[in-house]
C-alpha cells in the first residue's frame, strides 16, 4: 500500500507540532520549512487537521498552529482513514464506460480489504510517539525556535 502526498503532508506537519515544545505557535509557512513542503501544500494540510480538530489555529500577529489533545492522541491508521476519500483502490471506468465487468467483481472487495488489514497495522501507532529528539532538533534549530523538551 502506499500514501497519497497529501496523507504524508498531514502526517509530517502532525509530527513537526507534536515534537514542538508544549503550546508553541507555527505559522503555516514555519511548518511548510520545516517539513520541506510547499506553503500551498501544508496549507491545505493545515486546514483539513484543523477541520479534524487535530490542530488549533489562533488568529492574529502573534498566531499560528499547534497541535490539540485530539492531535497528540491521534493514531496513523486513524488519520489515514480519516484523510483516504476514495471508495476504491482501482478504478473502474473505462474510456467507453464501466468495466463489464464491474458487477460481482472479486477484486475491489479484495483490495478494501487489503486497505483495512492496512490501516489495522497502524491502529496501535500514535502520531505523537512517532517523533525523536535527535531527528527534530535540527528542525527546530533551523525554524529558529526552542528546542524540544
Known amino acids: 500500500m502506499r500514501i497519497n502526498a497529501f496523507s504524508d503532508v498531514c ?29 500551498n501544500h501544508v496549507s491545505k494540510a493545515v486546514l483539513k487537521l484543523r477541520s479534524l480538530g487535530l490542530v488549533e489555529a489562533v488568529r492574529g500577529r502573534a498566531g499560528g ?16 482513514r480519516e484523510l483516504d476519500g ?20 472479486g477484486l475491489r472487495g479484495a483490495l478494501r480489504r487489503a486497505r483495512e488489514a492496512f490501516y489495522h497495522e497502524l491502529d496501535d501507532l500514535v502520531v505523537s510517539s512517532l517523533p525523536h529528539q535527535s531527528q527534530m532538533e535540527p528542525v527546530f534549530v533551523t525554524l529558529l525556535t526552542r528546542r524540544p523538551a
Open 65 to 80: 498552529v499547534r497541535i490539540s489533545q485530539a492531535g497528540m492522541a491521534v493514531t496513523v491508521g486513524a488519520l489515514l
Open 86 to 105: 476514495r471508495e476504491d483502490l482501482v478504478d473502474c471506468e473505462s474510456p467507453n464506460g464501466d468495466c463489464p465487468m464491474n458487477n460481482h467483481c
Open 11 to 39: 502526517l509530517r506537519a502532525l509530527m513537526l507540532l507534536c515534537a514542538a515544545p508544549e503550546g508553541e505557535l507555527f505559522t503555516t509557512q514555519a511548518i511548510a520549512d520545516g517539513v520541506g513542503t510547499p506553503y
